[in-house]
Every structure is written in C-alpha cells, then in structure tokens.
C-alpha cells in the first residue's frame, strides 16, 4: 500500500509543478498608492483565486523603468504583466484620447465600465496593445486644477505653468491659456517645491497622496473633470499564449468588466478621501460660477471636435459616433 501511495505521489507532483504558472508584474507607484493596493493586488489575488492557485502573480517591490516604458516592458517580456497610463506612450494610443475628454463624469466607476465596454466593442480591433494581450481598460476620477496660491477665477491664471500627464490634459490647458509642462506624477512634487511650476492638474486623489497638499492653497473644480486619464492592463502575448485555455478564460473571468468596475470603484473612494483630507488642510476648492461654465464649454468644445477628427483621421474610424455612444453609455449606467 505505502509503495502505491509513493507511485502515485510521483506522478501527482510533476504535474502540480508543471500546472503552476508565476508572472511577475512591473510596479512604477509607491505600494500604498490606491492603484497598487486597491486595484492591482486585490485583482492578483482574484486571479489566484479564479485559476484555483493555478497563476500566481508576483508584483515586483521596485520599479524597473520609468512610467512611460511600462507598456513595452510588456511588449518586450522585460515583466510579464505592465499597468500604465496611455497617454504616457505618445502617438500610440491616440483612440483611447476619447476617454480623456471633458466633462464625460464625475465618477470613475461609471467612466471606467462605459469605458471598458466601448473599447472592446469599437476600437479593440485597431490592435493598439500589440504584442500584448489587453486585461482592461479604467480611468481615474475627474482630472481638476490645482494652483500653489488662490486665484479669484479663470481669467487670474492665464500664463501660469501647470504640470500635466499629457494627452487631452495638455490641449485643455493650453487652450486656458495655460503653460502645460509635460511630466509623471511622480515628479509632481519636485516640480512644485521647486518653483517651476505654478499648479497641477490631476485628481482629487492625488493631492493629499502626494503629499502636494503641503504646497497646493486652491483647486478649481471643473463638473465631469477638466480632462480625464485612460489606463491599460497588459500581459505579454507570448506568456498569455502559453497559458492553458481554462486559465485564460478564468483570468479574464476577473478582468475586462470586472476590472474596470473595481478600479473605478476604488478610484472614486480616494478620490473622496483625497478631497476631505485637502479640504482638512486647508486647500479652498472654488467651483466655477456659472459664467466661468460657459467660458470653459465655449473654450473646450473645439478640442473636442478637433480631437474626434484628429482621431478619425488617423486611424480611419468614425470617433464622433463612437464618442456618442460612449456617452450614451454613461447616460445608462448612471441611470441603472
């Protein structure tokens, strides 16, 4: 009997062995960043769970590169799994523009499902992620501005230099007739410290994570964001290609949808948490008067039609009808 049993464990192990799958995941945040510890660990472990510990995903504890290198990372196999911000890679990703246009919503949960769903309907097919096999698509909360000192309105912050991630933030403060100064968050403090910027657009969220709640006095709130920011899930295609079927239907069982609702739910929760620490350290939110609104729709409504062209253009799809129905879309589920 115990021969038997020693028969059988020598069978039984090689397979286990050979069954498990370890992908090791590129990281450029800080660990206690909310897109770290609230999206991204929590959906390594649904992973592990989906797969029954079939795929184990180890999150690296340092980054290996700069942001904007990320999604080649993945395209590379330098890490097998990469999380990054599309407009970082300029000329790239020019589709998923339509997602950081303004005004689309105050909630990121809402923005990230209506989001996810048009990508995969409409615009999957451009191949934009080749060479890697796209997890989901998400953004952050309502991109607003932020200024190291207290401005009555608009028209008090022409000139200044503000900090930005790129894409539609860069044509939205230009067209304030702001200074945009292209540049990751994570050299937003440095910038800020230092004199050489004036202000920052970024989420609510970021202020107090930061730390820039130290040097920030004022925030303009713009209603559906002044801008948004759309993000990318990847894995390499070959490390993808080479995972049973029945791990890739159960990793994408926790991702695509389902992702991007977690990713917004969590951004929308320290997007409030961001917001009342700032308010508690004395940030002064000003909401825009009512004739700043139609300042700010008569100035950016160009920007918009001019990108949806741009975006037409480039890569031969109609983006206006695909802009509608993403609006549409977020009209929906709103109303769910």
């Not at 390594?44 to 995903?57: D, M, P």
């Not at 080749?130 to 200024?147: D, I, S």
Request: no cysteine.
């Amino acid at each position: 009997m115990i021969k038997l049993i020693i028969i059988l464990l020598l069978f039984i192990m090689p397979i286990k062995s050979y069954a498990e799958t370890t992908l090791r995941m590129a990281s450029w945040l800080p660990p206690k960043h909310p897109w770290v510890l609230d999206i991204m660990i929590p959906w390594i472990e649904n992973v592990k769970i989906a797969t029954n510990g079939r795929v184990n995903i180890q999150l690296l504890s340092s980054p290996i590169g700069p942001p904007p290198a990320h999604f080649n990372f993945a395209v590379n196999g330098i890490a097998d799994i990469t999380y990054g911000v599309h407009n970082y890679t300029a000329g790239r990703f020019s589709s998923t523009q339509i997602a950081e246009l303004p005004f689309l919503s105050d909630s990121s949960e809402i923005l990230s499902v209506a989001w996810q769903r048009i990508y995969e309907q409409e615009l999957l097919h451009l191949e934009e992620h080749k060479g890697t096999h796209l997890l989901g698509v998400f953004t952050h909360g309502p991109g607003q501005l932020w200024f190291n000192r207290k401005y009555e309105d608009l028209e008090d912050i022409k000139g200044l230099k503000v900090r930005i991630g790129g894409g539609i933030a860069q044509s939205s403060a230009k067209a304030l007739s702001l200074v945009p100064l292209q540049a990751p968050v994570t050299k937003a403090y440095e910038l800020l410290s230092g004199g050489v910027a004036d202000g920052i657009q970024l989420p609510g969220e970021s202020i107090s994570f930061f730390k820039l709640d130290r040097i920030i006095k004022q925030g303009f709130i713009f209603d559906g964001g002044l801008y948004n920011v759309s993000m990318f899930l990847v894995i390499n295609k070959k490390k993808w290609n080479k995972l049973s079927q029945e791990d890739k239907v159960a990793i994408n069982s926790v991702s695509g949808e389902f992702l991007a609702k977690m990713a917004g739910k969590a951004w929308d929760k320290a997007d409030a948490k961001g917001i009342e620490t700032s308010i508690k350290n004395g940030i002064l939110l000003k909401f825009l008067s009512e004739n700043d609104k139609v300042k700010v729709k008569k100035l950016l409504n160009p920007i918009i039609k001019n990108t949806l062209e741009k975006i037409s253009k480039q890569k031969q799809i109609n983006a206006q009808n695909i802009y509608s129905k993403l609006l549409a879309e977020i009209k929906l589920i709103k109303n769910e």
